[in-house]
């Protein structure tokens, strides 16, 4: 919205071309959201209260998480909101990847809404039902992703692996199987995002982690760079060519809406950290993971995020191993599950689970960068 504008007054004011560089607008867009969550919380919070729009806490779960019993909830909403304004100002709304990743992050957080309130109704941690919540995510990710394709008929199907040159293997898929693993990547990031939101700050810190990460990779796969030379010509640098990126056309304008994630975490970070004064709810979790999801998709990092979101992946991984050796065995893997509430049982500290988590989180964010140069 802010770059139309700006477009219109620049011929009339040259200091404005400042905001045609991607770089420019991702600092603007992380700064924006980190301006209107600061600024919000604190109000948002105090109404939150007022309507005793308080935590259910799960009956089986660990005794220490009984204190937290009445916590302002669905603090999500308010980073959506803080995610959501700052995309719109600062992105090119032209961008038809932008409006795929945020039209699935902001049905998500309806989804996630939706499940916030049936729990706070019937005063207990159920919701919807896991499969109401999957057929809604589904549906809208496939919707989204087949309107993306008839747009963009020319967007890759191919899987690039990990560490390995796209030149030496690569996997191109029919579009109906790389539709349903897409899919599934979107639903399954966001899920495992929703599992991993169980301590203070647990889930924030790695979702900006990766949000910061595929910063870097849609910058990277979209921005071509014209350098002066001594000649007076301009040289073009190709990122997504020099690192062994799939070059996406336009999936730059995604750096800026992956900004926004980083700057309204810091924001709910800051009162979400131990002890919590608001939680984020299905709200926040279900729709911060469905945007990861989709830049995941959208920058063609499919299986890469798989490294990036590992922590998610583990703590998603422990609940399905969990179940099944329950009902297969009768016995149980793990003390509790996801793994952050074994650790809990194990008798650490919910700071200690939380800060070694987003280590993890960041040493795997790391990995996934060096295998750009390992290609």
């Not at 008839?150 to 890759?156: L, V, W």
């Not at 900006?208 to 921005?223: K, N, R």
Request: aromatic fraction near 12%; charged fraction near 15%.
């Amino acid at each position: 919205m802010l770059l139309w504008l700006i477009q219109e007054l620049r011929e009339y004011f040259p200091p404005l071309r400042v905001f045609r560089y991607v770089s420019f607008r991702i600092i603007a867009s992380m700064l924006t959201a980190m301006t209107i969550s600061f600024l919000l919380h604190p109000s948002f919070i105090r109404r939150l209260q007022a309507r005793q729009i308080g935590q259910v806490i799960r009956e089986d779960g660990p005794s220490s998480h009984f204190s937290k019993a009445g916590t302002p909830t669905m603090g999500g909403s308010l980073v959506l909101f803080a995610l959501v304004i700052p995309t719109i100002l600062w992105t090119d709304l032209s961008n038809r990847y932008v409006w795929a990743a945020l039209t699935v992050t902001v049905a998500y957080g309806i989804i996630g809404f939706i499940d916030d309130y049936r729990k706070l109704q019937h005063r207990n941690s159920k919701g919807l039902s896991g499969k109401t919540k999957l057929l809604f995510q589904f549906v809208t990710a496939s919707v989204v992703l087949l309107a993306l394709f008839r747009e963009e008929p020319n967007f890759s199907r191919t899987l690039f692996l990990p560490f390995i040159k796209a030149e030496t293997f690569s996997i191109e898929l029919p579009l109906g199987l790389f539709l349903a693993f897409a899919v599934v990547v979107v639903a399954g990031t966001s899920n495992a995002v929703n599992l991993t939101d169980g301590l203070d700050g647990l889930a924030i810190g790695p979702v900006m982690v990766a949000a910061a990460t595929f910063l870097i990779l849609a910058y990277g796969a979209g921005t071509v760079l014209q350098i002066p030379t001594p000649q007076g010509g301009l040289f073009s640098f190709n990122i997504a060519e020099y690192l062994r990126l799939p070059h996406v056309y336009g999936v730059n304008e995604l750096a800026v809406f992956s900004a926004a994630i980083i700057g309204a975490g810091v924001g709910f970070l800051w009162f979400n950290t131990f002890p919590a004064q608001v939680f984020m709810g299905d709200v926040g979790s279900l729709s911060l993971g469905g945007a990861i999801g989709m830049l995941a998709v959208l920058t063609k990092n499919e299986l890469l995020s798989m490294i990036i979101c590992g922590l998610f992946l583990v703590e998603a991984l422990s609940v399905i191993v969990q179940t099944t050796s329950f009902k297969l065995t009768g016995k149980r893997v793990f003390r509790m599950a996801p793994i952050h509430h074994h650790f809990e049982k194990l008798g650490w500290q919910e700071p200690k689970i939380v800060v070694r988590f987003w280590i993890i989180s960041v040493m795997l964010s790391l990995i996934a960068l060096a295998s750009l140069k390992i290609r």
